[in-house]
């Protein structure tokens, strides 16, 4: 239950953001990434652009603009793989660094690329949070299939999204009934060594695992109940309005016009 | 009696022509025998017969081989000798969907019937995979969550219910398929007292017949007129509860 309310705090509210269509916003969540990735390193403005576009948004979901890109940091150690972007890029030299044996010199062209990479991956994974936190997973799993994505693909997500919650209570009975009989008595050491402890995790992550093997063939045979003979289906989605086709055009439009403009101006 | 194999059973007789002989009975056993890979004798030689709409329940102890014989019913496990007939159709690889129409198989726990996110693509997968058209489906999931008081919960997660509404819940992605059977592994296990009388009160109210393996022996009483005792794979008692459950000695001997 907690983990549950604490991966989707924020789809039950209301705003234009919440009711527009997972399918709209999933695919206008593509483009803008796809976007920012085709922007050329030093456009700040064309960055800034498609920024002010998102943070539109942002604020007309309710979440709260400082939560998403709060939340959003944290893919900025990924980022920082880009940091050898800095030294490597050929360009005038900036600073210059002496390692030990290794002499390493920080060009303009890196710099920019360096902070080009760290915004774009900032502003996507807004954009990221930004679907899910105004969307139900069901929701965005609907609209991946209506975007193509095989049926038996979906249906997997479906199954890691309904089980991840079972598994974590399972985990936690687990943990609680370790808990409750690490008992220690007065004037005794407790606890047993790092290496025993450790046997004794690993045999609970081999627990967890052989019960969701179980049942696994349980969840198997309880398709095969009811019908299932290796094709999944599932009921067709209803037509795009033409308020929100109008929507994703223009989205998809406008993002397109900055590319174009941040290439070509 | 020496039985053969199901697998060479001369296909299906789904439509026995009338008046050559009576109607078969909703579900026959005949000496149904079930090793599991591992060697274990599940059943030994069970054989029983359940009329249209009849309540029975089946008891006996953990490992009788209660939940075993509920599997057979439509096809999940399949006997290594005997034969299963629904309406008199022997359980084959020709006939299994069928039979899986009629025989409605509810898990013991709900977290294995319910394996969808949301409770509405759960209850509609057993109508979908019998190919029915979208109006029809949505129908039937509505009927259905409203025959086990569920409506309304169709966007839910099941994560998100109790065990008495997940019961429910799994309840109802078994009735939404229609069947004339219903065989129940311990509906009514782990529900609190209010949840239990409810249980009781819709198990009362359904006109299937139904097969339902329990430990609580307190349901049978009020429920089912006929008993199976079950005892090491095989039919150790089959008849009128109230003598059985008046009889300590006898529930003794059975472990009851």
Redesign the interface.
Known sequence: ?AL?SSLDPYVDRASPIHALDARVKLALTLALVLALALVPPGRWLALAAIAALLWWAVLRSAVGPGRILRRAFITAPFALAALTLTVTRPGAPLIALSLGPLALTVTDAGLVAFVAVILKTWLSVQAALLLMATS???EV?GALRSLGLPAMLVAML??A???L??LVDEAERLLRARESRAAALPGRRAGGSIAWRAGVLGSMVGTLFLRAYE?SE??H?????????GEW????ARPLSAGERGLLVTGAALLAAIVWLAHWR | MKATPVSTSLGPRLHPSPGVSPPPPLLELREVHYAYPDGTLALRGVSLRLAQGEKVALVGLNGAGKSTLLLHLNGVLRSTSGAVLVEGAPVSTATLRHIRARVGLLFQDPDDQLFSPTVFDDVAFGPLHMGMAEAEVRARVSRALEQVGMSGVERRMPHHLSLGQRKRVALATVLVMDPVLLALDEPSAGLDPRARRGLIALLRALPQAMLVATHDLAMVAEVFPRVIVLHEGQVAYDGPGAPLLADTALLEQYGL
């Open positions: 239950m549950a139900r997973f069901t799993l479906g199954f999204y309904r089980y919650f079972v049942r349980r969840i045979a309880a398709m095969l109940s009811r019908g299932y003979s289906r599932s009921l067709p």
